[in-house]
């Protein structure tokens, strides 16, 4: 029988302690909840951290994609390109900014969208594309950049996972026309909910300002030059955000630990397979994920450990909202979701813990 924990190690435990709580009470105490002095020195800290010139807050990653296509005014009905082996919230955020996203397979061992696939699905509906950097290292987006240029199509970057993530010496994020890094509890930096939408030039940041500020670029005013909603996040998230930012190099260090524990632990182990980083690409690990044909019996065992495991993300072409938009069959993005494990990958994670995760695997495997 196996071992059992009195406590799961779970999945996913955000890295917070007294360092977000003193910026937060100042933000209370100086009542100022909604966005403000904080929400200002974090957006700087990003758009230093990054290099983009132009940036926005949203609340979250999902309405961040979405004010990106917005911004970009994109003709209604058009299709957008976008791999099937993503979150929902690639596709959601395409269809509820009125296009229609059509998904290309993904590249056996980086997951990331397979570059040779985007041209053939290009046709004169085809108004742009959106890579999407997975679990924490950048697709090819500059091949993504030189087939959006040679067609004439906009490019949104889907950068949710990818916070601290360069290529070829340029950070996520920056290379298309927009794009949007999610905040979320999970992801390296968090504010709870939140993300930043980066622009490429300051035509599309002037509509990004106004979109989320209720058609106006600053508050304050009751004329309302154009159309908008309100995007905005609060002070106090971003009180967190800027905290969290302070750690960003020790939690990224800690996420490469643990990577290599973990890889070093299950060389060789069954027939598991690892993420393969792309060339020219840093690496933030999102998610240590693995790749093995006894998936669920897996999972059933290392849930009877007090492991907690998550699968890979269902298929977007399967999801029965968008049914029938790949032209042909997806091997790979169909794959990865029959054999696709997230072992857990979080700060407070132990070295004991570690092991006793690649202990409880190999003995699953006979070894």
Not at 176 to 188: E, M, N, R, V, Y
Not at 217 to 226: D, L, V
């Amino acid at each position: 029988m196996p071992k059992i924990l009195l406590e799961k190690i779970t999945q996913v435990k955000p890295f917070l302690d007294e360092r977000e709580l003193e910026p937060l009470r100042e933000s209370i105490d100086n009542k100022w909840l909604t966005e403000g002095p904080w929400s200002k020195l974090f957006l700087e800290r990003l758009k230093e951290f990054t290099g983009s010139p132009y940036a926005v807050l949203a609340p979250n990653g999902t309405l961040g994609l979405f004010l990106g296509i917005l911004a970009l005014d994109l003709p209604r009905g058009s299709e957008i390109i976008m791999p099937s082996f993503t979150f929902f919230a690639s596709a959601s955020s395409a269809y509820f900014a009125g296009l229609r996203p059509v998904f290309v397979d993904v590249d056996d061992d980086t997951f990331n969208i397979d570059v040779n696939l985007i041209e053939e699905a290009i046709n004169e509906n085809t108004s742009a594309i959106m890579p999407v950097h997975i679990y924490g290292h950048s697709c090819r987006i500059d091949e993504v950049i030189r087939i959006s240029e040679k067609h004439g199509l906009k490019v949104i970057e889907d950068a949710a996972q990818s916070l601290g993530v360069f290529y070829n010496g340029s950070h996520t994020g920056t290379f298309g026309d927009t794009s949007a890094i999610s905040f979320f509890a999970d992801k390296t930096v968090t504010t709870g909910e939140g993300a930043v939408v980066f622009a490429r030039d300051e035509v599309i940041y002037d509509r990004l300002l106004c979109l989320r500020n209720q058609g106006r670029k600053k508050s304050g005013s009751f004329i309302h030059p154009e159309m908008g909603m309100n995007f905005r996040i609060t002070d106090m998230q971003c009180a967190v955000g800027l905290s969290q930012m302070d750690k960003f190099e020790a939690i990224r260090q800690k996420r490469l630990r643990i990577d290599t524990l973990y890889r070093e632990g299950l060389n060789g182990v069954g027939d598991i397979r690892f993420l393969k980083v792309e060339n020219g690409s840093t690496f933030v690990p999102f998610r240590f994920v693995i790749r093995t044909e006894s998936k669920d019996a897996l999972i059933s065992h290392l849930e009877a450990c007090g492991i907690e495991t998550r699968s890979f993300f269902y298929p977007m072409h399967l999801q029965p909202p968008f049914r029938g938009n790949a032209n042909k069959s997806l091997p790979v993005s169909e794959g990865l979701y029959s054999s696709g494990i997230c072992l857990p990958l979080h700060h407070y994670l132990k070295e004991d813990d570690i092991y006793f995760i690649v202990q409880k695997i190999r003995e699953f495997f006979g070894e």
